[in-house]
T-cell receptor
Framework: AQKVTQAQTEISVVEKEDVTLDCVYE???????LFWYKQPPSGELVFLIR??????QNEISGRYSWNFQKSTSSFNFTITASQVVDSAVYFC?????????????FGQGTRLTINP | DSGVTQTPKHLITATGQRVTLRCSPR?????VYWYQQSLDQGLQFLIQ???????AKGNILERFSAQQFPDLHSELNLSSLELGDSALYFC??????????????????FGPGTRLTVL
């Protein structure tokens, strides 16, 4: 069975601090995909990144960066120089999925609050 | 805007009632997924349809049912509602027409959700 664990339920930091959101996953699939989604107070789910199991390169997009380590089954997300607009709930998700049946398994989410 | 629409945006109803949530996938997408986000269960997969047929089932209660119509829109029916059914229900679509549906990954695009409140 697949499982995603986000051990940090809530994080609160002051603006401009760096913050890392942890994600640990479990899967028996050899091919799988990992995701991060952002859910702002308005409620919609905003896709941030997708990473497949064969690509362990870290990725940076502006102030966002992701560290994928297969050896520790982790896919952590770092926000550099956080801003108030980064306040949201962040979800890590996993899918294996073959032949078009690719349900997403989500972690419990981390509520991030950036204080001015 | 993901291109996935869900109606209604908000729904308030009483216990024991039945409601229908509607989802229109992105133009050309064949697959529809339903997810439920509740305070106690988090975000969890309910059911998937692909081109009118059920493809995968998750933790969907027997009181809930779904279908996908020939025009590819989908409806999620919730009956005998209980207080615990109050949640945000998301629909997502993927797999454009013309693809086999068997590629390595098909991106899921989420709708804005329907917030159901059962009183």
């Amino acid at each position: 069975a697949q499982k995603v664990t986000q051990a940090q339920t809530e994080i609160s930091v002051v603006e401009k601090e760096d913050v890392t959101l942890d994600c640990v996953y479990e899967t028996r699939d050899t091919t799988y995909y990992l995701f991060w989604y952002k859910q702002p107070p308005s409620g919609e789910l905003v896709f941030l990144i997708r990473r497949n199991s064969f690509d362990e390169q870290n990725e940076i997009s502006g102030r966002y960066s992701w560290n994928f380590q297969k050896s520790t089954s982790s896919f952590n997300f770092t926000i550099t120089a956080s801003q108030v607009v980064d306040s949201a709930v962040y979800f890590c998700a996993l899918t294996g999925g073959y032949q078009g049946a690719q349900k997403l398994v989500f972690g419990q989410g981390t509520r991030l609050t950036i204080n001015p | 805007d993901s291109g996935v629409t869900q109606t209604p945006k908000h729904l308030i109803t009483a216990t024991g009632q039945r409601v229908t949530l509607r989802c229109s996938p992105r133009s050309g997408d064949l697959s529809v997924y339903w997810y439920q986000q509740s305070l106690d269960q988090g975000l969890q997969f309910l059911i998937q349809y692909y081109n009118g047929e059920e493809r995968a089932k998750g933790n969907i209660l027997e009181r809930f049912s779904a279908q996908q119509f020939p025009d590819l829109h989908s409806e999620l029916n919730l009956s005998s509602l209980e207080l615990g059914d109050s949640a945000l229900y998301f629909c997502a679509s993927s797999v454009p027409k013309g693809s086999s549906g068997r590629s390595s990954y098909n991106e899921q695009f989420f709708g804005p959700g329907t917030r159901l409140t059962v009183l």
